[in-house]
C-alpha cells in the first residue's frame, strides 16, 4: 500500500494533455493545396468505389482496389474542372438536393479542395454542383475508374 501511494505521488499528473496527431492515411486527406483535388466515390453494394486524386498539371492517381494508378489526363479537363472548383466557392458551404438512389447501386461523390468536402455532386442543388458532377464523371472515365461489379 505504501508503494503504491509513493509510486502515485512519483508520477506528474500536471500540464496539459498533447493532442493526438490525426492518423488518416494521405490517400484519405483533404488537399490544402490549390493544385490538387479529391475526388471520393463511396461505390455500393454491387460497385466498388474509388479516390482519385486530381493535380493541376493534369496527373491523376486512382485508387480503386489494392494498387495506385497515376495516369497523364488531357489539361483542357483539368483546367475545366478547377476553374469550376474556383467558381464554386468554398465545398462545404455548398447545398445538394435530394435524390432519390437505388439500394444496391447508389452511391455519393463528393469532391475535397483547399481543405473542405461538398456534399454529395451526384444529387446536384446548383448550377455549380452540375458543372462538378460533370467533371468528376469526366475525370473518373479519363483516369479509367472501372464500372464493373465487386
Not at 455500393?44 to 489494392?66: C, E, I, K, P
Not at 444496391?104 to 461538398?118: P, R, V
Amino acid at each position: 500500500m505504501l508503494y503504491a501511494l509513493i509510486l502515485a505521488l512519483a508520477i506528474p499528473t500536471y500540464g496539459p494533455m498533447p493532442a493526438p496527431t490525426p492518423s488518416a492515411p494521405a490517400y484519405l486527406r483533404v488537399p490544402n493545396d490549390p493544385g490538387e483535388a479529391l475526388i471520393v466515390n463511396s461505390g455500393s453494394t454491387n460497385r466498388a468505389g474509388y479516390r482519385l486524386r486530381v493535380f493541376t498539371n493534369g496527373t491523376t492517381t486512382l485508387q480503386q482496389g489494392d494498387v495506385p494508378i497515376k495516369k497523364q489526363i488531357s489539361l483542357t479537363l483539368v483546367k475545366r474542372f478547377f476553374a469550376d472548383l474556383k467558381a464554386a466557392g468554398e465545398l462545404d458551404k455548398l447545398t445538394s438536393a435530394r435524390c432519390m438512389k437505388s439500394a444496391s447501386f447508389g452511391s455519393t461523390t463528393q469532391i475535397g479542395y483547399l481543405g473542405k468536402m461538398s456534399p454529395d455532386v451526384s444529387c446536384p442543388g446548383s448550377p455549380s454542383m452540375r458543372a462538378l458532377q460533370v467533371d468528376a464523371d469526366a475525370l473518373a472515365d479519363a483516369a479509367g475508374v472501372s464500372m464493373l461489379p465487386r
